[in-house]
């Protein structure tokens, strides 16, 4: 999208009182100054990983309630998304775990 085009959308969502702005998956490097005209904005997407995060909680959060161990969940959790959105994108390293649990326990007992 030109800086051209965005100016043109955000002038648009001005006038109209948009709530809701999608810039994901539009190549942007940074936001003009006049993204502060839309006052109405409640959500305003700029990146194109949410289909990842929303598969990262359901898969890490599902695998901890079976009664995995945390650095496992997260194992399973990036395998997971490598099996959605393929190793050729950079969603599947994003998960990342530091710990200082040797077992990977962190509660016990629930």
Known sequence: MTEEELLGVIEQA????????????????????????LTQLKKLILGKYDKTAKLFADEFYRTLALGWPVDAAIQTTRNAISIEVGQDKPDFATPVLYMRAKDGIIMSGF
């Not at 001005?14 to 005209?37: F, H, N, Q, Y």
């Open 14 to 37: 001005a006038r109209e009182g948009w709530t809701e702005l999608d810039l994901s998956g539009k190549d942007l490097t940074v936001l003009p100054r006049e993204i502060g005209k």
